[in-house]
Antibody, heavy 117, light 110 residues
């Protein structure tokens, strides 16, 4: 059973960057993809992008191209999502999720990122 | 990539059945048998309920079922229970390693 534990809440200034981590345990880290999904307050789920650790290449939703970077560190079974040029609309809960195939099987607990001056 | 279209809300009484629709296009829902459904209670992470259109993960009650016809997928919950009250999201593979979610449906158990 894969478990995903995310880093804690962040408060950031507009224009800055945030990096959220997602540590996996159980299963074989390189055998599944990791995606990032965000949820703005009172809004729905939005896929940002994903990565397959064994390949190391990430795919991003067009909306976030150029602003988001997803990486992994296989030595610590940790995935990272960095979002730059933050604006108030980026205030959201950010989730990591594991993918065995074309669905999100296990989810992290979520990380609240607040962007405020 | 536009979000899939779901009704904003549905409701039903305990014991009844409800169906939540999820409409996309031939580039997502209609093009692949990779539709999944997630249940989300307030303040909690989403939970996988259905994958690959109609498959149920271990531990999900068989009251939950999924189907697809053309560009529209559906989640049916039979024998409604109070704990089924939650937000439900559909999700589809959209090609080129992209994924798209629906806007979400709030289920109220009357």
């Amino acid at each position: 059973q894969v478990q995903l534990v995310q880093s804690g809440a962040e408060v950031k200034k507009p224009g800055s960057s945030v990096k959220v981590s997602c540590k996996a345990s159980g299963g074989t880290f390189s055998s599944y993809a990791i995606s990032w999904v965000r949820q703005a307050p009172g809004q729905g789920l939005e896929w940002m992008g994903g990565i397959i650790p064994i390949f190391g290449t990430a795919n991003y939703a067009q909306k976030f191209q150029g602003r988001v970077t997803i990486t992994t560190d296989e030595s610590t079974s940790t995935a990272y999502m960095e979002l730059s040029s933050l604006r108030s609309e980026d205030t959201a809960v950010y989730y990591c999720a594991s993918q065995a195939a074309e669905y999100f099987q296990h989810w992290g607990q979520g990380t609240l990122v607040t962007v405020s001056s | 990539q536009s979000a899939l279209t779901q009704p904003r809300s549905v409701s039903g009484s305990p014991g009844q059945s409800v169906t939540i629709s999820c409409t996309g296009t031939s580039s997502d829902v209609g093009g692949y048998n990779y539709v999944s459904w997630y249940q989300q209670h307030p303040g909690k992470a989403p939970k996988l309920m259905i994958y690959d259109v109609s498959k149920r993960p271990s531990g999900v009650p068989d009251r939950f079922s999924g189907s697809k016809s053309g560009n529209t997928a559906s989640l049916t919950i039979s024998g409604l229970q109070a704990e089924d009250e939650a937000d439900y999201y559909c999700c589809s593979y959209a090609g080129s390693y992209n994924v798209v979610f629906g806007g979400g449906t709030k289920l109220t158990v009357l």
